[in-house]
């Protein structure tokens, strides 16, 4: 599975932004999607997590209620719709697809195949 993620962009706090990861080469209809992301100087840490068919949804408790994960299998694609963004969500993020289940991608399973990153930066 080849991913591209896009959408990234310098906004003001407070702002929403929406990435999109587009999934080629396989259909993702089999594998658990995730969205982590990476800011200088710490380690990457897991945004959210989504099952084969969207049942399971856990996110990390910085952006619960401000971040929606979403899938739409016939089109391949995996979404990141953050609002209320804020400095701290400033970091590389990226898509992964896991053939684990959507709780083991969760909790740090590591994921098979890993998109580049999309670069998100918020302002004060």
């Known amino acids: 599975v080849q991913l591209q993620a896009s959408g990234g962009g310098l906004v003001q706090a407070g702002n929403s932004l929406r990435l999109s990861c587009a999934a080629s080469g396989r259909t993702i209809s089999t594998y658990s999607m995730g969205w982590f992301r990476q800011a200088p100087g710490k380690e990457r840490e897991i945004v959210a997590a989504i099952s084969l068919n969207g049942g399971r949804i856990y996110y990390a408790d910085s952006v619960k209620g401000r971040f929606t994960i979403s899938r739409d299998n016939a089109k391949n694609m995996v979404y990141l719709q953050m609002n209320s963004l804020k400095p701290e969500d400033t970091a590389v993020y990226y898509c992964?697809?896991?053939?684990?289940?959507?709780?083991?991608?969760?909790?740090?399973?590591?994921?098979?195949?890993w998109g580049q990153g999309t670069q998100v930066t918020v302002s004060s």
């Open positions: 992964a697809a896991a053939r684990t289940d959507s709780w083991s991608l969760y909790r740090g399973r590591e994921a098979d195949y």
